[in-house]
């Protein structure tokens, strides 16, 4: 972007945008052959928002039951369908209960208008400034670091909210780090028990090593997917800058009137990303 732009939109009041370049959102499912196999996609929306967009993620949710139906039609139409989302501040947890659940409700209303399944949504991060260590044990070593497959679920943790934290995995270097896991949404009534399970049966589902890793699989498809979709958009740049898809953004007239030009997010992921506008049916992740 231009200067001449950056200043022009930091007078409209945009001053807290470093670029307009398009976010990357990775998605994915078990929709594969494997019911173990974890595959998805990407797309790209407007910068700086850590709001997904709902349009966007209706029509991914469509995609993904019409690919889970063509590869194992015996599960389509699933009753229960659990949703690991990343990257949410506290702040954020009521926007993702009603406006992205709706959207994903909307998504499978779209693919089936009497579908009506139930939903467990929870959220994963690591931004939190909570560190374990065994009580008593060892300083400064990494055998002061909590065993692998511990569960933290009392005494530290949120009242008003359904919280935990889990370390599945061993530290290979420093002090490991507990994700933090937040219930939002407990339709399916999933016992507390049962989802820790879950949860750390899916971080031993990488399949590339025969360790568990700290985030779960989907969850660390779905952020390779998201770099995969940067490095994508950063190399059609830097060859094909001319066939950037843009759009124009009006400014008022106050600030000069004149539109500036943007990257067209949907445009971008019309040409870049791999579900060929809802018609391809994946079967095979094409991450590491």
Not at 10 to 32: K, R
Not at 107 to 116: A, N, T
Not at 194 to 206: D, I, R, T
Request: net charge positive; charged share 25%; hydrophobic share 35%.
């Amino acid at each position: 972007m231009r200067a001449a732009d950056k200043r022009r939109l930091t007078a409209q009041g945009e001053n807290s945008l470093s670029s307009l370049e398009p976010s990357v959102v990775g998605i994915c499912a078990n929709m594969a052959d494997n019911p173990h196999a974890f595959v998805g996609d990407y797309f790209y929306q407007e910068s700086r928002r850590e709001a997904l967009d709902m349009r966007q993620l209706a029509d991914r949710v469509s995609w993904i039951l019409r690919n889970l139906e063509q590869r194992r039609s015996e599960h389509r139409r699933p009753p229960f369908i659990f949703i690991i989302r990343d990257g949410l501040s506290e702040g954020q947890f009521a926007m993702a209960c009603k406006e992205e659940l709706e959207a994903i409700r909307m998504g499978c209303k779209e693919y089936d208008p009497s579908y009506r399944p139930r939903f467990l949504l929870i959220v994963g991060t690591k931004r939190h400034f909570k560190k374990f260590f065994i009580e008593n044990g060892p300083r400064l070593t990494d055998s002061a670091n909590l065993p692998p497959g511990s569960v933290i679920d009392q005494q530290i943790v949120r009242a008003d909210l359904t919280e935990f934290y889990m370390q599945p995995h061993v530290p290979l270097k420093g002090t490991g780090k507990a994700i933090e896991y937040a219930v939002l949404e407990n339709g399916v009534g999933i016992t507390m028990d049962e989802l820790q399970a879950f949860l750390m049966s899916l971080s031993y589902s990488h399949q590339i090593v025969n360790i568990a890793t700290s985030l779960t699989a989907p969850v660390y498809q779905a952020h390779e997917l998201a770099k995969r979709g940067k490095n994508n958009f950063n190399a059609f740049r830097k060859f094909y800058r001319d066939n950037v898809p843009e759009r124009e953004l009006p400014l008022p007239s106050a600030h000069g009137g004149t539109p500036i030009k943007i990257v067209d997010y949907r445009g971008v992921t019309h040409l870049l990303a791999y579900w060929g506008n809802g018609t391809t049916i994946l079967s095979h992740r094409f991450t590491a």
